[in-house]
Nanobody, 124 residues
Framework: QVQLVESGGDLVSPGGSLTLSCTAS????????VGWFRRAPGKEREGVSY????????YYGNSVKGRFTISRDNAKNTVYLQMTSLKPGDTAVYYC?????????????????WGQGTQVTVSS
């Protein structure tokens, strides 16, 4: 059974940092493109960042560019999202997803597997 499990969500003050983890079981994450998405209350799902499977190309949404960094540790079967300079507008449930096509994920939000999400709240 394939599972993606996100962790690391928390309550943090504006300007703070968090690192989210997405750990897979039942599949080798190295062979998949991985994306981080988020959904804030009352808003549509938003693509945050993506990393390709072959050459680790990275993409970021405009709202997080320069503040968030995506990376993967194949030995741990895990993809990370380092978040810095957090703002209240970053408050959302963050989901990771894995798919064969980075372009399908980035352009259409399509993925083969999704995690259950982890809550990030940025508030003073």
């Amino acid at each position: 059974q394939v599972q993606l499990v996100e962790s690391g969500g928390d309550l943090v003050s504006p300007g703070g940092s968090l690192t989210l983890s997405c750990t897979a079981s039942g599949l080798t994450l190295e062979y998949y493109a991985v994306g981080w998405f988020r959904r804030a209350p009352g808003k549509e799902r938003e693509g945050v960042s993506y990393i390709s499977n072959r050459d680790n190309r990275k993409y970021y949404g405009n709202s997080v560019k320069g503040r968030f960094t995506i990376s993967r540790d194949n030995a741990k079967n895990t993809v990370y999202l380092q978040m810095t300079s957090l703002k209240p507008g970053d408050t959302a449930v963050y989901y990771c997803a894995a798919g064969r096509s980075l372009e399908a994920m980035r352009d259409y939000g399509l993925a083969d597997y999704w995690g259950q999400g982890t809550q990030v709240t940025v508030s003073s």
